[in-house]
T-cell receptor, first 110, second 119 residues
Framework: GQQLNQSPQSMFIQEGEDVSMNCTSSSIFNTWLWYKQDPGEGPVLLIALYKAGELTSNGRLTAQFGITRKDSFLNISASIPSDVGIYFCAGRNNNNDMRFGAGTRLTVKP | GAVVSQHPSRVICKSGTSVKIECRSL??????MFWYRQFPKQSLMLMATSNEGSKATYEQGVEKDKFLINHASLTLSTLTVTSAHPEDSSFYIC???????????????FGPGTRLTVT
């Protein structure tokens, strides 16, 4: 099946720093989603992208749907301690099949 | 909103018994519900997809007789782990989606998960 390559696997940053993570695929998706998961909780939807080239923001979060439709990135600006968690990208194809990346574990040091 | 609840949040059961997990969409009608399994420090693994009133579609390698899924209404799906064994211990997460076009309101929203421990 379609594989999503999410990187980096983990990040250790200082509070206030900006963060960037991305997902790539060998196949085309028509929707890219970004979720955040806190320990022991279910993933929470952060941003949804539906058009190639689309750039969408949600507070300090910004995500883009790559022009080739095979990649997406998520940026977090001015990180704060509550940004800690695991961020998952997800791509959905035109068969409505959704695949998840392996996740990026973010640690923010105060 | 799009709120999905799961019950119970944690369950401990003895090997050989069955456990039922409920997933409810609280403020929308979920035409499709999904069940995922997640191992520590790993991504979500889709187990099955169910549409209201239809039989669930299981992913390859998931035993349908062991993981019984019932999607009896537009707001409720249940996952029953039958004859549970210690290797079934995991974090089970449901997700729900309403029928619609490309918009946030028709995306997949997740429940808080159920931690199953089989002793």
């Amino acid at each position: 099946g379609q594989q999503l390559n999410q990187s980096p696997q983990s990040m250790f940053i200082q509070e206030g720093e900006d963060v960037s993570m991305n997902c790539t695929s060998s196949s085309i998706f028509n929707t890219w989603l970004w979720y955040k998961q806190d320990p022991g909780e279910g993933p929470v939807l952060l941003i949804a992208l539906y058009k190639a080239g689309e750039l969408t923001s949600n507070g300090r979060l910004t995500a883009q749907f790559g022009i080739t439709r095979k990649d997406s990135f998520l940026n977090i600006s001015a990180s704060i301690p509550s940004d800690v968690g695991i961020y998952f990208c997800a791509g959905r194809n035109n068969n409505n099949d959704m695949r998840f990346g392996a996740g990026t574990r973010l640690t923010v040091k105060p | 909103g799009a709120v999905v609840s799961q019950h119970p949040s944690r369950v401990i059961c003895k090997s050989g018994t069955s456990v039922k997990i409920e997933c409810r969409s609280l403020d929308f009608q979920a035409t499709t519900m999904f069940w995922y399994r997640q191992f520590p420090k790993q991504s979500l693994m889709l187990m099955a997809t169910s549409n209201e009133g239809s039989k669930a579609t299981y992913e390859q390698g998931v035993e349908k007789d062991k993981f019984l899924i019932n999607h009896a209404s537009l707001t409720l799906s249940t996952l029953t782990v039958t004859s549970a064994h210690p290797e079934d211990s995991s974090f089970y997460i449901c997700s729900a989606r309403r029928r619609g076009g490309l918009s946030l309101s028709s995306e997949q929203y997740f429940g808080p998960g159920t931690r199953l421990t089989v002793t």
